[in-house]
């Protein structure tokens, strides 16, 4: 063998070495960079911010639906939405690509590098990474709490035997003549920020959801204290329950912008409105449930048609400043409705103009401001016949006013930082507050004395085995 030749030999030996020891290495190199598409980590969270405002089971624009894989697979009026292994044949991608892209509606098209996560994951099968999920909150088997949560929303039921309290994932129900706890309603929502039970006290209405996952609507059958169903809406955490006068309607604010009102029977979405410009935390029915008004963060009270969802007017005068509204209410009897907020200031105002709106915007609906309060308001109650009302306050202050005149009735410090629900029983001689400190607190409504005072939730020593789940924080 010339010189050569060997040294050619050599050479190859030496290269076919390195490709077998490298190669590994080099695969495995690809492989990482290349990794599959993950449905669950990377395309459910684009579809939650820019798909589900429109495609969800209330509202469900062409009969798409994306609020999970089983529906998204089955696709729309337009055909099917995804087509393992076929990009170019699946909807998805003909709606979400192109120089003016037909999805998300309203909002910045999805970059490309986002499109091509779609047809990444389509093209390796559209494979459902989505893993079980785990609950243990079963029949029997209830939330456990080592420190009391924060108590967002409270309400007497219409016969007064009832006081409703929010928790983590559930209501607790509580017997007013002993205040014993009487049962426990769990359910998928993590968050309770509204309680509110229909005018016959049939049903328990119950808004909240799962922070960036779920909002949701349960109805609860009072007679039995089973879910009669849950609606789920938006993506998340949804506020400011209030039922129709008849109660075939609820509406609820949203933290995308919207109100929504559905169907009690068919659970179907009758109204998306969308005039508001920020977190909408308050809605209420008119009193012949013609119309309905919202309230949030943008300032504006709202007045909607509710057979046609078409804007109405601005109740108040929204750039006056006033501030952030926190919560409404409206009066048992009267088309009057209750603001207040981050001002510290109530203001009843009649939900119907009277009088033509001139050039300086003046608050011509305005009935009357109260007081300044102690902190921003976060809670109000009416009394069963409308001639009080209750404030909750940051600061942990309590107020009964007297609704005609606005004289102060009581002051009651209702938690050592803030209450956040209060709540008067019906025959209105008692009021409820709760707040930061996950105590509930009844006080007289005369003359202010405290009549009782008790945990909202069981509180378990720490460490205990047989913990479902431990409530370590607020909710």
Same mark, same amino acid.
């Given at each position: 063998m010339n010189k050569s030749r060997s040294r050619f030999m050599i050479h190859l030996a030496v290269y076919l070495f390195c490709f077998v020891v490298w190669s590994p290495f080099v695969t495995a190199d690809n492989h990482a960079s290349g990794s599959a598409v993950s449905y669950h980590a990377q395309i459910v969270p684009?579809?939650?911010?820019?798909?589900?405002g429109c495609h969800h089971p209330g509202d469900p624009n062409g009969d798409l639906i994306v609020t999970t894989y089983a529906h998204l697979k089955r696709g729309g009026m337009a055909g099917e939405a995804i087509i393992p292994g076929k990009p170019d044949e699946s909807l998805i991608i003909k709606l979400i690509s192109g120089d003016e892209p037909a999805m998300p509606?309203?909002?910045e098209p999805l970059s490309a590098e986002e499109v091509e996560l779609f047809r990444r994951w389509i093209l390796e099968g559209a494979n459902d990474d989505t893993p079980d999920e785990v609950d243990d909150m079963a029949e029997g088997n209830y939330p456990t709490y080592t420190v009391p949560p924060v108590v967002s929303a409270i309400a007497y039921s219409p016969d007064g035997s009832t006081l409703a309290i929010s928790g983590f994932r559930e209501v607790l129900l509580y017997d007013t003549t002993n205040f014993e706890l009487k049962a426990r309603? =769990?359910?998928?929502?993590?968050r309770i920020e509204s309680l509110t039970y229909t005018t016959d006290g049939k049903i328990l209405g119950v808004a909240g959801g799962s922070p960036a996952q779920f909002g949701e609507i349960q109805l609860w059958d009072t007679a039995t204290n089973t879910l009669i169903k849950a609606?789920?809406?938006?993506?998340?955490t949804v506020y400011?329950?209030? *039922?129709s006068p008849d109660a075939s309607r609820v509406a609820f604010g949203c933290s995308d912008q919207t109100v929504r009102v559905l169907s009690v029977a068919d659970e179907k979405e009758l109204i998306k409105f969308d005039n508001h410009s920020d977190w909408v935390f308050g809605t209420i029915f008119s009193t012949d449930g013609s119309h *309905? =008004?919202?309230a949030g963060r943008d300032t504006a009270l709202k007045l909607v048609e509710v057979s046609t969802g078409s804007f109405v007017d601005?109740?108040?005068s929204s750039n006056k400043g006033y501030g952030e509204i926190n919560t409404i209410a409206r009066h048992p009897t009267e088309d009057q409705v209750l603001s207040g907020g981050e001002d510290r200031i109530p203001r009843l105002y009649k939900i119907f103009r009277e009088i033509q709106r001139d050039v300086g915007n003046t608050d011509f609906n305005l009935i009357q401001a109260y007081e300044a309060q102690s902190g921003s308001i976060e809670g109000y109650a009416f009394s069963a016949d409308g001639s009080q009302f209750a404030t909750g306050c940051a600061g942990?202050?309590?107020? =009964?006013y007297n609704v005609e005149d606005g004289k102060r009735l009581a002051s009651v410090q209702g938690d050592a930082v803030g209450v956040f629900a209060v709540s008067f029983h019906p025959h209105g001689k008692q009021l409820a507050t709760g707040g930061f400190d996950g105590k509930i607190r009844v006080f007289d409504t005369a003359s202010g004395k405290l009549l009782n005072a008790f945990m909202s939730v069981p509180i378990e020593p720490a460490g205990s085995e047989d913990v479902a789940l431990v409530v370590t924080g607020m909710t």
């Amino acid at each position: 063998m010339n010189k050569s030749r060997s040294r050619f030999m050599i050479h190859l030996a030496v290269y076919l070495f390195c490709f077998v020891v490298w190669s590994p290495f080099v695969t495995a190199d690809n492989h990482a960079s290349g990794s599959a598409v993950s449905y669950h980590a990377q395309i459910v969270p684009i579809l939650k911010r820019s798909c589900q405002g429109c495609h969800h089971p209330g509202d469900p624009n062409g009969d798409l639906i994306v609020t999970t894989y089983a529906h998204l697979k089955r696709g729309g009026m337009a055909g099917e939405a995804i087509i393992p292994g076929k990009p170019d044949e699946s909807l998805i991608i003909k709606l979400i690509s192109g120089d003016e892209p037909a999805m998300p509606q309203n909002m910045e098209p999805l970059s490309a590098e986002e499109v091509e996560l779609f047809r990444r994951w389509i093209l390796e099968g559209a494979n459902d990474d989505t893993p079980d999920e785990v609950d243990d909150m079963a029949e029997g088997n209830y939330p456990t709490y080592t420190v009391p949560p924060v108590v967002s929303a409270i309400a007497y039921s219409p016969d007064g035997s009832t006081l409703a309290i929010s928790g983590f994932r559930e209501v607790l129900l509580y017997d007013t003549t002993n205040f014993e706890l009487k049962a426990r309603l =769990v359910g998928k929502a993590h968050r309770i920020e509204s309680l509110t039970y229909t005018t016959d006290g049939k049903i328990l209405g119950v808004a909240g959801g799962s922070p960036a996952q779920f909002g949701e609507i349960q109805l609860w059958d009072t007679a039995t204290n089973t879910l009669i169903k849950a609606m789920r809406s938006s993506y998340d955490t949804v506020y400011g329950l209030s *039922f129709s006068p008849d109660a075939s309607r609820v509406a609820f604010g949203c933290s995308d912008q919207t109100v929504r009102v559905l169907s009690v029977a068919d659970e179907k979405e009758l109204i998306k409105f969308d005039n508001h410009s920020d977190w909408v935390f308050g809605t209420i029915f008119s009193t012949d449930g013609s119309h *309905f =008004v919202s309230a949030g963060r943008d300032t504006a009270l709202k007045l909607v048609e509710v057979s046609t969802g078409s804007f109405v007017d601005d109740i108040n005068s929204s750039n006056k400043g006033y501030g952030e509204i926190n919560t409404i209410a409206r009066h048992p009897t009267e088309d009057q409705v209750l603001s207040g907020g981050e001002d510290r200031i109530p203001r009843l105002y009649k939900i119907f103009r009277e009088i033509q709106r001139d050039v300086g915007n003046t608050d011509f609906n305005l009935i009357q401001a109260y007081e300044a309060q102690s902190g921003s308001i976060e809670g109000y109650a009416f009394s069963a016949d409308g001639s009080q009302f209750a404030t909750g306050c940051a600061g942990g202050e309590a107020r =009964v006013y007297n609704v005609e005149d606005g004289k102060r009735l009581a002051s009651v410090q209702g938690d050592a930082v803030g209450v956040f629900a209060v709540s008067f029983h019906p025959h209105g001689k008692q009021l409820a507050t709760g707040g930061f400190d996950g105590k509930i607190r009844v006080f007289d409504t005369a003359s202010g004395k405290l009549l009782n005072a008790f945990m909202s939730v069981p509180i378990e020593p720490a460490g205990s085995e047989d913990v479902a789940l431990v409530v370590t924080g607020m909710t």
